[in-house]
Antibody, heavy 120, light 107 residues
Framework: EVQVVESGGGLVKPGGSLRLSCAASGFAFSSYSMNWVRQAPGKGLEWVSS????????YYADLAKGRFTISRDDAKNSLYLQMNSLRAEDTAIYYC?????????????WGQGTLVTVSS | DIQMTQSPSSLSASVGDRVTITCRAN??????LAWYQQKPGKVPKLLIY???TLQSGVPSRFSGSGSGTDFTLTITSLQPEDVASYYCQKYNSGPFTFGPGTKVDIK
């Protein structure tokens, strides 16, 4: 069974940092692109970042450029999102989603999400 | 960057009604368009990809069409379990923008 499980969310002060993790199982992790998508309370889905299966292609939304870094460790079947210089508007549920073998951002399996709250 | 819009932002329809949601890109994206369903309090679910291909397990009352800049998601006979927000997303190239969503309720 395909599973992706996020962790690492929590309460952080503005300007602080947080590292999200996503543990994948039930599929050949190294063959798939992976994605981070967020959803602020009561708002819509917002794409954050994607990484290709090889790690060679990395994409960021403008909201993430210069502040967030996506990475993957295929030996650990894990995806990461390092978030720095956090702002109140980064408060959201952050979802890890499996992308495609062929299409990076076509997300067919989603985790339950991890809540990030940025507040003083 | 390509912007995605959806209309309407919300709708209320009766059980059995035909429901149509529109997604528009401000530049052509061929058929690289996906639809997701998110039920209240739940995780998003992939419904349709390549504009018109149903993901495995999705009921046949859902269908998608379109190419280029204009796309539609149709529910031929709305069911109570279809109450959800629906999002389109472009996935041909980055940024992989979502539309703002359409909330569907039962009248």
């Amino acid at each position: 069974e395909v599973q992706v499980v996020e962790s690492g969310g929590g309460l952080v002060k503005p300007g602080g940092s947080l590292r999200l993790s996503c543990a994948a199982s039930g599929f050949a992790f190294s063959s798939y692109s992976m994605n981070w998508v967020r959803q602020a309370p009561g708002k819509g889905l917002e794409w954050v970042s994607s990484i290709s299966s090889s790690g060679s292609y990395i994409y960021y939304a403008d909201l993430a450029k210069g502040r967030f870094t996506i990475s993957r460790d295929d030996a650990k079947n894990s995806l990461y999102l390092q978030m720095n210089s956090l702002r109140a508007e980064d408060t959201a549920i952050y979802y890890c989603a499996r992308g495609g073998v062929r299409y990076t951002a076509l997300a067919d399996y989603w985790g339950q999400g991890t809540l990030v709250t940025v507040s003083s | 960057d390509i912007q995605m819009t959806q209309s309407p932002s919300s709708l209320s329809a009766s059980v059995g009604d035909r429901v149509t949601i529109t997604c528009r890109a401000n530049q052509g994206i061929s058929n690289y368009l996906a639809w997701y369903q998110q039920k209240p309090g739940k995780v998003p679910k992939l419904l349709i990809y390549a504009a018109s291909t149903l993901q495995s397990g999705v009921p046949s009352r859902f269908s998608g069409s379109g190419s280029g800049t204009d796309f539609t998601l149709t529910i031929t006979s709305l069911q109570p379990e279809d109450v959800a927000s629906y999002y389109c997303q472009k996935y041909n190239s980055g940024p992989f923008t979502f539309g703002p969503g359409t909330k569907v309720d039962i009248k």
